[in-house]
């Protein structure tokens, strides 16, 4: 038995595709940025592939927030290590001042 459904891969090579007039609109600065979204997409094709969807762009889109929410995630780490670290830096600066 085949599938119903494009493989998700398939489906967002077309919509990659379909949007290019898009991206080739848009200013060089921002291209990159374009590229980026569907990088992103693809970082999560198998997991959407698994669960072939019927409309793959809802997936796209599903994977889009998956990808912002997982940078969102990593960033707050790092402003949260980043943060201890100038705390206890101030720590340390009054500890010294005081001694």
Do not use: I
């Not at 921002?30 to 198998?46: I, K, S």
């Not at 072939?52 to 927030?65: I, T």
């Amino acid at each position: 038995m085949g599938r119903t459904n494009p493989t998700y891969r398939d489906a967002l090579r077309r919509l990659e595709s379909e949007w290019e007039p898009m991206r080739r609109a848009l200013r060089r600065e921002y291209q990159d940025d374009f590229d980026r979204l569907f990088d992103r997409a693809r970082e999560f094709a198998d997991a959407a592939g698994y669960a072939n969807p019927p409309d793959p762009e809802r997936a796209l889109v599903l994977s889009l927030l998956l990808a912002h929410e997982v940078e969102l995630r990593r960033l707050r780490e790092e402003r949260d290590a980043n943060g201890n670290r100038a705390d206890d830096d101030r720590r340390a600066d009054r500890e010294g001042a005081d001694g």
